[in-house]
C-alpha cells in the first residue's frame, strides 16, 4: 500500500471511530436517561413567558440591540488580541491604526449610551 493511500485509510478509520463513538454516546445516553412524558414538557419555552395560545408574540427590541452591541464588542476582542501579541512588529503604526479603531469603538459605545441603547429596563 502506497504512503498517499495509507494516509487515507488512517483518516477514513478516524473519521469511521469518530461516527460510531457519537453513535455509540447517543444511543447510550437515549437508553440511561429517565423519560417521562408530560403536558408540560411539550409546549414551547419562550424567554420564561408563557405562550399565548400558539400565537407570536413581539419581543422588546432593545433585547436584540443589547445583544448586537454584546457581539460587536466581542468581535472587538477578535482584532485586538492579535494585535496585542504582536505589538513589536506593527511599531507605532500598528499602534496609530489601533488607536483608531478603538476611537470609533468608543464613539459608538458613547452613542449607544447616550441613546439609552444600554439600559435593560
Do not use: C, H
Not at 436517561?33 to 424567554?47: D, V
Not at 433585547?63 to 460587536?72: E, I
Not at 466581542?74 to 500598528?94: H, K, S
Amino acid at each position: 500500500m502506497s504512503d498517499y493511500l495509507r494516509q487515507w485509510f488512517t483518516l477514513v478509520v478516524f473519521g469511521g471511530l469518530a461516527v460510531l463513538l457519537v453513535a455509540a454516546f447517543l444511543g447510550l445516553g437515549s437508553l440511561l436517561r429517565p423519560s417521562r412524558a408530560t403536558a408540560q414538557k411539550g409546549i414551547s419555552y419562550e424567554s420564561g413567558v408563557d405562550p399565548q395560545g400558539g400565537m407570536w408574540s413581539q419581543s422588546n427590541i432593545r433585547y436584540y440591540v443589547f445583544a448586537l452591541m454584546f457581539v460587536l464588542f466581542d468581535v472587538e476582542a477578535v482584532f485586538i488580541f492579535p494585535w496585542a501579541t504582536r505589538l513589536e512588529v506593527y511599531g507605532v503604526f500598528g499602534l496609530v491604526e489601533m488607536a483608531i479603531f478603538i476611537f470609533i469603538l468608543a464613539l459608538g459605545l458613547f452613542y449607544a449610551w447616550r441613546k439609552g441603547l444600554l439600559r435593560w429596563i
